[in-house]
């Protein structure tokens, strides 16, 4: 009787030394700049993503495999962009109910272990059973991420600190014109509302403590 208390206890106390020495993802920096590869079931695009916390406000562009250019503008009141710059001057906009991502917006994410993606070797975490996420053991930095949907994000580039020049925030007059014949073109791409799945921000992202 003895000796099987002693193992459980034993159990017990490796069960909670693995579980405290479990890594964390980092935080993401409050302000950056990364080039995404976007591969969603053979559909290509690339993505200019600048993340800018201080300033409330998250930048996609979005470049599909030779066709159109979607900018889609974020700001941390639940305001969205979603526009062109061609001549045909479409764009749309969306009032959610939350911002941009939080920089710690992987808090209580459930680590899975290592993997070699990328070829890197990677600490694994998944949220929700909706996103898995990849980080550089040894840098910190993301690598890859995965939607349950099967869309699958690679990172090739991550400037920490870059800042887009305040000018290019700014959505086209265009955008606060009432157009009877203006037209929603977020359908025609396909990486919708930026690098995330559509849901996330609204399961993720913004003010939602989880």
Known sequence: MASSATYAL????????????????????????SILYVNYSG???????????PNGRNFNIIQDQLGSVLYDLEWNNGTSFFYSLDSAKTCSSAQLDVGILRPDWLDGAEYLGQES????????????????????VVTKRPVHW???TGRSIH??????????????????VYC???????????????????????????????????
């Open 10 to 33: 034993l159990l017990l106390l490796l069960v909670s030394s693995a579980a405290a020495e479990s890594p964390t993802p980092a935080a993401w920096p409050l302000q950056f700049h």
């Open 43 to 53: 559909s290509l695009s690339l993505i200019d993503l600048w993340y800018d916390w």
């Open 117 to 136: 993606v990328d070829g890197f070797l990677c600490n694994v975490w998944q949220k929700l059973r909706f996103i898995w996420y990849y980080e550089d």
């Open 146 to 148: 995965e939607f349950y």
């Open 155 to 172: 990172v090739m580039t991550f400037d920490v600190g870059a800042v887009l020049e305040d000018e290019k925030w700014q959505a086209p």
């Open 176 to 210: 606060f014109e009432k157009k009877e014949s203006q037209i929603d073109r977020r359908s025609e791409y396909k990486v919708d509302v930026g690098y995330m799945e559509p849901q996330l921000k609204g399961i993720l992202g913004g003010s939602m403590q989880l």
